[in-house]
């Protein structure tokens, strides 16, 4: 055996098969079993100190609460450890290439979490005295110059809480537009690609939604636009470049179509990371775009928001924007927080989302004007290198170039048992977070892979290596690789039918 | 470009592979006579440089840290342990996306399913969303939510509902079918406001909105409206911009709520100067299928071990497109984990002791206001915050006061321009504020009546 100079061995002195070895501890290695914190902690227990008030004289009109809340506690050591061996289960974009497509899984920089948490932006209240925060108004002033500098538009509102958001922000001042000339029409179009949030917002705002089809190559067919487009219709929807990883190459055109037919021009903003920099919404003759500052802008996605959507608007739409907004004054800044003039209303309590401002515009400062247009570069020059090295294994769904993301379908998988989820779930044991999958309905099986500007050709290699293999290996039969896949990720396949069909939403003592 | 990691000789290999000559051609698609615009910005800039930068419009502002500090009126500074602000900054939950594959995010899922309990016990109800975007548009959702549940569309608001809620209600359901009755704020009677929510309940209400503690600090036993809205079929929502308040003074849930929605702010994070914040929104079991936003479920994987997933997505946009419940996508994940990581430090034990503290303060704060000469207070059962009618107009006096560097509230004419309320002030105390700082208001406050 080998020894040190110690005398303590330095190699292992057997060998044997590991699945035999269940650990009593329920953890193995590393990964650490971990239950829910209602099974760990007791309503005795607490992580923080405070003072003694147990002499206090309540004024809270009798209305005490004496029953139990049933939130257990931790002492900080075991929060600390709980929350890390949770976050232990997850995948960011820190671990590796996230190549989820419209999502833009771009690295988050740490200068954005610094600044953010600058006492000056972070400890402000929203309705301070104005004079006390003209430094916030400041910040807020600066990111909307920027956003309307690099679009191209006249007129920006910052308050939407995320992209969603954002595109009701659109919508209601389309409509407020409308009624204000007397015409609230009472049709948004969409192309059949268009994100689910879309015809929902559409419908939010009191609107049918009518569908319009794709051309053979991804693009909206601008002969059925014209067709479905007349004096009913309030606005089209269009997501430029498209959810195809498409840039929609007669878009002015078709700007020109929906302003003839005396409607709106709504760009879903959530693929802006390709063309800034690079082109203009405001020389595309959009209307109205909201931008997704956690997807071009880096804000991050943190498992699921914030997320932050300011919109852009053109002439026609900017007197309609909501409240609140920061205008110049003499020797300083002043917001309008009520409603007054055309504006449309006001979507959310206070300012929106001022951490989100600040991580933005840091980002913004650092990439600078040259910066950004590389970025969009680079993000499309990243996906083209997918779709040029996995043309020949899988199945492109349109033909090059794309954006910023390249989509594939299920064609490749065709008769190998294979489907696009298990491929999905075989990429997490290859270490990678799987692409977007079925998103656009447009194409079977979709796989839509966005690898941005963040990854290194390094990264990009052994990606594509990885893709290649698993193509590969599908279509040689190893089924098996991928109907039960992941093997090695910390879950197995988990069971969402039985989530649905019984709704277990939280914690219950048995 | 420090954040871009392709070097060019990299670029030229990667478009000799694609087969073209120039980044140009990949972008052929864009009309040539509007691609490459000038952009008139600033070029690249150094970490340290953009550093300075916003370090500088940072130092222009006071931080609530920084001085005496009593304004809240739907956000409060709390003190937030720095345990919670460096476990969100891990890059497995600060750089995760939304929990789609769960074999991956079982650390998103099982703290949402956590979030999720912990609300659900905090408001006193059955079950609670992964949370929504904040406290005003959680909101708006509960009353299109009611609409669909009554199949009813006329939502009656409390006067002292938050000025910004009701605009976010008014505008966000102003081109839907929802008809809108919002009453008007009255401090000084806060049992007359009760009444005339109940006065107006008919057989067409959908929905009563009720903000307790609300936003001129009354606390109010809501029994009487929940049964009064309960009689004629209509859902009572209450809504809860001080979340902390639950650890004082009884739920929704036990006073009758239907719905409750609520601002998660002051548990776990910052005044950030409104955003991002935490939207919190709870109801009863048999409401499930109408709720909006992402609900996290139970479930095992294929080798029968617990975990979780997002469930009833059927609800979603994603998946109902124009039929949704909603047009909601995003939730407010890392504000969620902020809330729940400081909820586990804090347990029943530290929210009810820090409650307290919040409680004792605001009392020390309404006994300095009412020595003033000039001031009455017109709140008298409360959580943390009081409003008070000052002899001037509480607009002047506040900018007056912040010249003297004290924050000493929001002016009620800020929520509410002309509705008579020039002399009113909103004062919050919550377990930040010291002795000091309250003999410093009051001196401060003197000089300037």
Known sequence: ?510 | MRYLPLTPDDRQAMLAKIGVRHIDDLFKDVPNAVLNPEIDLPRHKAEMEVERHLSRMAAKNTAAGSVPFFVGAGAYKHHVPATVDHLIQRGEFLTAYTPYQPEIAQGTLQYIFEFQTQVAQLTGMDVANASMYDGSTACAEAVLMARRVTRRNKAILAGSLHAHYRAVVETTTQYTEDVIVAQTPNPADPEAELKAVIDAIDDETSCVVVQNPGVFGHVLDLRPVAEAAHAKKALLIVVVTEVMSLGLIQSPGEMGADIVVGEGQSIGNGLNFGGPYVGLFATNQKYVRQMPGRLCGETVDADGKRGFVLTLSTREQHIRREKATSNICTNAGLCALAFTIHMTLLGEKGLRGVARVNHKNAIALKAAMGSVAGGEVLTNAFFNEIAVKLPKAAGAVVDQLAERGVLAGVPASRLYPGAGLDDVLIMAATETVTADDIDVLKGALEEVL
């Open chain 1, 1 to 510: 055996m080998a020894m040190n100079s110690q005398g303590r061995p330095t190699a292992a002195t057997g060998g044997g098969d590991a699945t035999k070895f269940e650990s009593f501890s329920g953890h193995v290695g590393l990964r650490l079993a971990e239950p829910l914190i209602f099974e760990l902690g007791t309503s005795e227990t607490t992580g923080v100190d405070f003072e003694d008030t147990s002499d206090l004289e309540l004024s809270c009109g009798g209305l005490e609460r004496t029953s139990e809340i049933g939130c257990p506690g931790l002492a900080e050591p075991d929060t600390a450890r709980h929350y890390t061996r949770l976050s232990r289960r997850n995948y960011g974009i820190d671990m590796g290439v996230f190549p989820l497509g419209s999502c833009t899984m771009k690295h988050n920089p740490r200068l954005n979490e610094k600044m953010a948490r600058l006492p000056g932006f972070g400890d402000i209240h929203p309705l301070a005295p104005k004079s006390t925060v003209q430094g916030a108004y400041q910040l807020m002033d600066e990111l909307s110059h920027w956003l309307m500098t690099l679009t191209g538009m006249p007129a920006v509102a910052l308050s939407p809480k995320a992209g969603a958001h954002g595109e009701l922000c659109g919508v209601m001042a389309i409509r407020a537009a409308l009624e204000a000339r007397g015409d609230a029409r009472e049709v948004i179009l969409c192309p059949e690609s268009a994100h689910g949030t879309n015809p929902a917002t559409a419908a939010f705002c009191g609107y049918k939604v009518k569908s319009i089809p794709a051309k053979d190559n991804g693009r909206v067919d601008i002969g059925a636009l014209k067709a479905a487009l007349d004096n009913t219709v309030a606005a089209v929807m269009i997501t430029n470049p498209n959810t195809c990883g498409l840039f929609e190459n007669e878009v002015r055109e078709i700007a020109d179509e929906i302003h003839k037919a005396g409607a709106f021009f709504y760009c879903d903003g959530a693929n802006f990371n390709a063309i800034v920099g690079k082109a203009r919404p405001g020389d595309l003759g959009v209307d109205a775009m909201h931008i997704n500052l956690h997807k071009t802008f880096s804000t991050p996605h943190g498992g699921g928001g914030p997320g932050s959507g300011p919109v852009v608007f053109s002439d026609a739409l900017k007197d309609f924007v909501p409240v609140p907004y920061v205008v110049k004054t003499e020797g300083g800044y002043d917001i309008v927080e009520d409603q007054a003039g055309k504006s449309f209303g006001r979507l959310t309590a206070f300012q929106g989302q001022m951490g989100m401002y600040v991580r933005a515009l840091s980002y913004m400062l650092s990439h600078g004007s040259d910066g950004l247009k590389q970025a969009s570069e680079d993000a499309v020059l990243n996906a083209n290198y997918v779709l040029a090295s996995l043309k020949d294994v899988m199945s492109p769904s349109y033909d090059g170039p794309c954006m910023h993301e390249a989509l594939f379908d299920d064609e490749f998988l065709k008769g190998t048992g294979v489907t696009t989820l298990d491929f999905a779930k075989a990429m997490i044991d290859e270490g990678y977070h799987p692409m977007t999958m079925y998103f656009p309905l447009v194409v079977h099986g979709a796989m839509l892979i966005e690898p941005t500007e963040s990854e290194s050709k390094t990264n990009m290699d052994q990606f594509i290596r990885s893709m290649r293999g698993l193509a590969e290996a599908a279509k040689a039969g190893q089924v098996e690789r991928f109907s039960g896949a992941p093997y090695h990720a910390p879950w197995s396949r988990l069971d969402e039918t039985q989530a649905a069909r019984n709704p277990v939403l939280r914690f219950a003592a048995e």
